[in-house]
């Protein structure tokens, strides 16, 4: 089923991102842009990725601190579902939970290896993108905003061909359709995505835009301070999606 109108995509960065008080900020601003299909492309909370980069070389040099330094990112997420979801934090944090013991079981093969592989590196690099969307997923939810979480590592399919990794555009598009159709929520939420990710790691920057008819884009300033003045462009960047209306 073809949407009857397009999206408009929203870019929050990683300052938007950055705790709590600035990802309740990001659900308010959308929350009053009613009447317009939304795609929201969010990046990980500030410093995450670069965090996630240091511990998967720590881990790697065989170095204990990468112990500790999960511990403290584990955390900083934990403590974010809390004070953004309240009472109704008990199941994300305990997805946090398994994805950061998931996590330590890849640095601690890491670490037996005594080197980052490019493999490891694409799957944990890309993760702090997969929480912060889930957690905005969810306050949109705790806030009586409608909300599904996409994990677009679902809908991206990519080949190997000889200039490298190149997006199935035919099969994403089918896979997407039939997620938005299957899908009673009016609003979704996913990780960004990228051809060289999409299928063992957390995909990024972008490539899931073909697959969502979208009218334009807007850039928010960072961290966004209200409702006006963003940046218009004519270009969309990925798939988290939420809607005023059923996809």
């Known amino acids: 089923m073809t949407p009857s109108f397009p999206f408009i995509a929203h870019k929050f960065g990683g300052s938007s991102m950055r705790d709590a008080e600035r990802i309740a900020q990001v659900a ?25 980069i240091a511990l998967a070389h720590s881990a790697a040099a065989r170095s204990e601190v990468w112990r500790d330094a999960l511990g403290r990112l ?6 974010t579902a809390l004070a953004l979801l309240g009472a109704q934090a008990e199941a994300t944090v305990a997805w946090l939970e398994q994805e950061f013991a998931d996590l330590a079981d890849v ?6 290896l005594g080197t980052p592989s490019r493999e490891a590196l694409d799957l944990i690099q890309g993760l702090g993108e997969v929480w912060s969307s889930r957690l905005l997923a969810e306050h949109f939810k705790v806030r009586g905003d409608a909300a599904v979480w996409c994990d677009a590592r679902e809908v991206l399919r990519v080949r190997a061909e000889e200039l490298g990794v190149m997006v199935d555009w035919a099969q994403s598009q089918a896979l997407f359709d039939t997620l938005r159709d299957r899908q009673p929520s009016t609003r979704m939420s996913s990780p960004a995505s990228s051809p060289a990710t999409a299928k063992a790691a957390p995909p990024r ?12 884009s807007v850039r928010w300033p960072m ?25």
């Open 205 to 216: 920057s972008g490539a899931m835009a073909p697959t969502i008819p979208a009218r334009s």
């Open 74 to 79: 584990r955390e900083r997420h934990q403590a």
């Open 107 to 112: 640095l601690h093969a890491l670490a037996l």
């Open 28 to 52: 308010a601003i959308l929350s009053t842009r009613e009447g317009e299909r939304q795609v929201v492309v969010v990046s990980a909370m500030q410093g995450v990725t670069d965090a996630l």
């Open 223 to 247: 961290p966004p301070k209200s409702t006006s003045g963003p940046t218009s462009t004519a270009s969309t960047a990925l798939i988290r999606a939420r809607c005023p209306r059923p996809c």
